[in-house]
């Protein structure tokens, strides 16, 4: 999910399909009591550490969309969960450390299937028309359906014989594990839905205020920082066992996206969006009903959700304006992207600002966002 697809989805349906999800969130829900990785086990959460980072790393070499390691993750974190409670990573038992590999294996290898599907699923790792690009990210190729045996040659796993067999026989039993239930909601589902909401509110308050004078960017630029500022988190995210078993996705998402309308620009010192947009998102992100009319700032769990995102990222985030530009490029068969150099695009740095312990959104009169809004 990218920004385009952002600028381009309905907005009519937003309510219930944010009521969808939060519907679908709960029966995705699973027991943190048990499995070796939400155990806290030191080797464990390293175990899962380097898993994950496999996972990003397959996902930009088969040019996947980067949302597929959190499906992958929660494959893998699940079937862990249905695991004994004494059951952890021995890093002399070879027979556990393979259990694990394989099952590493099998989650991006289905979660890929369900997606990260892209074009001509017949091309495999060993066609000579695979060249996966150098230096340019995910920009120019579509992303490819793997073959299990492309799993295996990137596992350094293509000298075993046997490595084909295990990995058909792991991904059937994580199938059975997981009851054949595929796809749980992301915090992407929800961010992205959430951005919609601000991006609206942007809009509206372009009709009626314009920009504002001395700032550097427009409000269509606005939306698409925070977004690219919430996204950021949510990847790091998948990294912490603790926020990807114990948080809900939509909790997840919206921390972060606290977090990125707070952010400062560093330049200018001021947050990306005003304290009137933050508080009428957070109005209408309330009337939305179902369980996010219960939405409390200061709860003690999206704090420290909140605070625990900041420390993944780094201290300053660095973002281009070049992938909001709306100039058309001169050449119809170059991406969007293109129509602004790289070294002429502006460049703005954001830093992720003190989580407030409360909030006085609470005491904020309906009436006073519709009528800041529509003057």
Excluded at 44 to 56: F, G, K, L, P
Excluded at 138 to 161: E, N, Q, V, W
Aim: charge should be negative; glycine fraction near 6%; proline fraction near 5%.
């Amino acid at each position: 999910m990218g920004w385009e697809d952002i600028e381009n989805m309905p907005a009519a349906n937003l309510k219930d399909e944010l009521l969808t999800l939060l519907k679908k969130e709960v029966q995705y829900k699973t027991s943190r009591n048990h499995g070796s990785v939400s155990g806290g086990n030191c080797s464990d959460i390293t175990m899962r550490h380097d898993v994950c980072q496999w996972n990003y790393e397959c996902a930009d070499y088969f040019l996947f969309d980067r949302e597929v390691v959190y499906v992958s993750m929660n494959f893998f974190d699940r079937f862990m969960a249905k695991q004994p409670v004494n059951v952890s990573v021995d890093i002399n038992d070879q027979q556990s450390i393979t259990l694990r590999h394989m099952l590493a294996l099998a989650s991006l290898c289905v979660a890929s299937k369900i997606h990260g599907a892209g074009t001509d699923p017949k091309l495999s790792l060993s066609s000579s028309e695979f060249s996966p690009p150098s230096g340019t990210g995910t920009a120019g190729r579509p992303p490819r359906k793997i073959l299990l045996a492309d799993f295996c040659k990137m596992s350094c796993g293509s000298s075993c014989p046997n490595m084909l067999e295990m990995l058909e026989k792991m991904e059937m039993m994580l199938l059975t594990q997981l009851q054949w239930k595929l796809h749980p909601p992301t915090p992407t589902d929800f961010l992205s839905r959430y951005i919609k909401i601000l991006s609206l509110l942007l809009s509206l308050d372009d009709q009626h205020h314009g920009q504002v004078n001395g700032e550097d960017m427009d409000n269509k630029s606005k939306g698409w920082s925070i977004f690219e500022l919430a996204n950021y988190q949510l990847e790091l995210a998948v990294y912490d066992h603790g926020l990807c078993q114990k948080i809900p996705p939509s909790t997840l998402a919206f921390a972060a996206i606290l977090n990125a309308m707070d952010s400062k620009i560093v330049k200018t010192k001021r947050t990306v969006v005003s304290a009137l947009i933050r508080r009428s998102f957070i109005y209408h992100l309330r009337g939305v009903g179902g369980g996010f009319d219960h939405l409390d700032i200061g709860d003690d769990e999206l704090v420290n959700v909140r605070l625990t995102l900041k420390k993944l990222c780094s201290k300053t985030i660095v973002l281009s304006e070049e992938c909001v530009d709306d100039t058309p490029s001169t050449d119809a068969t170059s991406p969007l992207s293109a129509a602004i150099p790289a070294a002429e695009a502006k460049k703005f740095e954001y830093e992720l600002s003190d989580v407030p312990l409360s909030d006085d959104d609470d005491n904020l009169s309906p009436v006073s966002v519709t009528a800041g809004l529509t003057k």
